[in-house]
């Protein structure tokens, strides 16, 4: 028996092997899948990453500053971190593609992460949009920054989210995190698939997006548009 190897790396292991075995068959290399209904390891103690609602969300913007809101529903949108979100700057972002590149990212936030582009919605872009009118002249390119150009205090932020929360009746503590998870939680319930969210959130490891597999009804059926290895 395998004794040291924690379950999310056994899991991802096990996803993996089905979604290349899955694209062998596309390519007619196969007739059948023979891990398709292997079932997955249940870790003894799991642990589901903390999320918020939709009305949780909107009580916690109707106590946020105009820049505490509009940096939650970029987050909700791009799922940065919040380390990674202070430091975005105009080069980074592509008004014409409609995408940011970020990256490669380390120290800041803790974690090595590895460069990736993170598509923008309509509604990012009018958040990035009202940030451009306000510094956009601002020598130093940040994104979210006050009114000297210097981009916002993380810590002064994640008090003021914390803040927000209290003032909406949320009980306990609130951070970006939370925030980041829902914005997996939503990717994956549109039908992102485990590898394409690992790409989005710019995770230092890929085992690590086995956290969120209990999002998905069923994590081998669901689909972004392509596999892994296309």
């Known amino acids: ?12 292991t096990l996803y993996l092997l089905k979604d290349v075995l899955g694209h062998a068959i596309t390519l007619g290399y196969l007739n059948d899948n023979p891990v398709f209904h292997t079932r997955m390891v249940s870790p003894q103690k799991r642990n589901i990453p903390l ?3 939709a009305r949780q969300i909107e009580d916690i913007l109707e106590h946020s500053s105009d820049n505490l809101k509009d940096i939650i529903d970029f987050v909700l949108r791009v799922g940065m971190r919040i380390e990674e979100l202070v430091e975005l700057k105009w080069a980074m972002v592509d008004f014409k593609n409609r995408c940011l590149t970020i990256g490669p990212l380390s120290g800041s936030c803790g974690v090595a992460c590895s460069r990736r582009v993170i598509p923008l919605d309509y509604e990012a872009e009018v958040i990035l949009n009202r940030f451009k009118i306000k510094n956009g002249h601002f020598e130093l390119g940040y994104v979210f920054a006050g009114d000297d150009g210097m981009p916002f205090d993380v ?7 914390q803040q927000a929360a209290r003032d909406a009746g949320i009980e306990g503590s609130v951070t970006f995190n939370f925030l980041r998870n829902t914005f997996a939680r939503r990717m994956l319930e549109k039908g992102v698939t485990l ?3 690992y790409r989005l959130l710019g995770l230092s490891d890929i ?10 009804h069923d994590v081998s059926q669901a689909r972004m548009g392509q596999s892994f290895f296309e």
Do not use: D, E, S
Not at 1 to 12: A, S, V
Not at 155 to 161: F, G, P, Q, V, Y
Not at 207 to 216: D, E, N
């Open 1 to 12: 028996p395998l004794t040291g190897i924690k379950p999310n790396i056994i899991n991802f």
């Open 195 to 197: 590898t394409g969210l």
């Open 51 to 53: 999320t918020l609602t």
């Open 155 to 161: 810590w002064h932020l994640k008090r003021c989210l």
């Open 207 to 216: 085992a690590k997006v086995m956290r969120y597999a209990g999002f998905a």
